[in-house]
Nanobody, 123 residues
């Protein structure tokens, strides 16, 4: 299973970005997936996770109603729509996948990881 994250960039506070994660190999339609992020000098934290049927869990302390995770099983792609970005959202964003449909928020539960896409929010 290979994951390819994209969509990061350098943006101004208050703007939006949409991250994508293309998945090859494995059985995407029955895999739970998630977005995690890691700021400089910080531990990796979960942002949001989604089950194969679309059930979601958000890290409310991180998301604060601004982000939406979604998936397109026909395109084997995971998304993260991020709105109202702040400098605290700066970091490398990773997509991750499990080989089954169980939903977890712990990074260690995810077997497959993309390379990360960098998001910088700065004025």
């Amino acid at each position: 299973v290979q994951l390819q994250a994209s969509g990061g960039g350098s943006v101004l506070p208050g703007t939006s970005l949409k991250l994508s994660c293309a998945v090859s190999g494995g059985t995407f339609s029955v895999s739970s997936m998630g977005w995690f992020r890691q700021g400089s000098g910080k531990e990796r934290e979960y942002v949001a996770v989604i089950g194969p049927g679309g059930g979601t869990v958000y890290n409310k302390d991180v998301v604060k109603g601004r982000f939406t995770i979604s998936r397109d099983n026909s395109r084997r792609t995971l998304f993260l729509q991020m709105n109202s970005l702040t400098p605290e959202d700066t970091g490398v964003y990773f997509c991750a996948a499990r080989s089954d449909r169980d939903i977890y928020v712990e990074a260690k539960k995810y077997e497959y990881w993309g390379q990360g896409t960098e998001v910088t929010v700065s004025s």
